[in-house]
Nanobody, 118 residues
Framework: QVQLVESGGGLVQAGGSLRLSCAVS????????MGWFRQAPGKAREFVAA????????YYADSVKGRFAISRDYAKKTMYLQMNILKPEDTAVYYC???????????WGQGTQVTVSS
């Protein structure tokens, strides 16, 4: 099990940028796939991006490709989501999550609010 704490959310105008951080603690993250998800009011939670902690392979939802970039810092045990060219439809609570090996995302952070004004 890992513990996850997000930070970096806030209010930004459309076209702006934000960087979210997810601090990872607990067991070693080397066997994990780390992901970002988001949930807008009245909508289901959706996948945004993921990264394999060891290999660095990245995956993105079509809606954020070319605008968002996921990365991780081994030494700081922190994952990031750089969000550029933000749109009002990106407004949501963003969560980081961890999946061990080939398993499901079982460990979740508390979420951080991102609001994009038009």
């Amino acid at each position: 099990q890992v513990q996850l704490v997000e930070s970096g959310g806030g209010l930004v105008q459309a076209g702006g940028s934000l960087r979210l951080s997810c601090a990872v603690s607990g067991r070693s993250a080397s066997s994990y796939t780390m992901g970002w998800f988001r949930q807008a009011p009245g909508k289901a939670r959706e996948f945004v991006a993921a990264i394999k902690w060891s290999g660095g392979n990245t995956y993105y939802a079509d809606s954020v490709k070319g605008r968002f970039a996921i990365s991780r810092d081994y030494a700081k045990k922190t994952m990031y989501l750089q969000m550029n060219i933000l749109k009002p439809e990106d407004t949501a609570v963003y969560y980081c999550a961890a999946a061990y090996g080939q398993g499901s995302y079982d460990d979740w952070g508390q979420g951080t609010q991102v609001t994009v004004s038009s």
